[in-house]
Nanobody, 124 residues
Framework: VQLQASGGGSVQAGGSLRLSCTASGDIFSVNDMAWYRQAPGKERELVASITSGGSTNYGDSVNGRFTISRDNARNTVYLEMNRLKPEDAALYYC???????????????????WGQGTQVTVSS
């Protein structure tokens, strides 16, 4: 099982970016999905999360500017980032709770998987 993130880049303040993250491999189910970010010298923080049913949660600093969504058929989560600020610059990571499929009769064992980070740079 792998998580592959993409979509980072450099934008000016006020601009927009869209991140994507896709789970692949032998998967029984993908449950909660989320985006985190970590800026240099700071702790990793939750940006937004979404359940398999579509319920969302946002960090206070991005609420109203960022939107998380998912496509369950594609095992993909998105993060639409609008009105970006220099303080949004960070390495963005996706995380998903995934139950791998190990074959007939295998146990249902969901666990956390992390994607590689994708860099977001915002210039003032």
């Amino acid at each position: 099982v792998q998580l592959q993130a993409s979509g980072g880049g450099s934008v000016q303040a006020g601009g927009s970016l869209r991140l994507s993250c896709t789970a692949s491999g032998d998967i029984f189910s993908v449950n909660d999905m989320a985006w985190y970010r970590q800026a240099p010298g700071k702790e990793r923080e939750l940006v937004a999360s979404i359940t398999s049913g579509g319920s969302t949660n946002y960090g206070d600093s991005v609420n109203g500017r960022f939107t998380i969504s998912r496509d369950n058929a594609r095992n993909t989560v998105y993060l639409e980032m609008n009105r970006l600020k220099p303080e949004d610059a960070a390495l963005y990571y996706c995380k998903a709770v995934i139950a791998p499929y190990y074959g007939p009769g295998s146990k249902y064992l969901p666990k956390d998987y992390w994607g590689q980070g994708t860099q977001v740079t915002v210039s003032s």
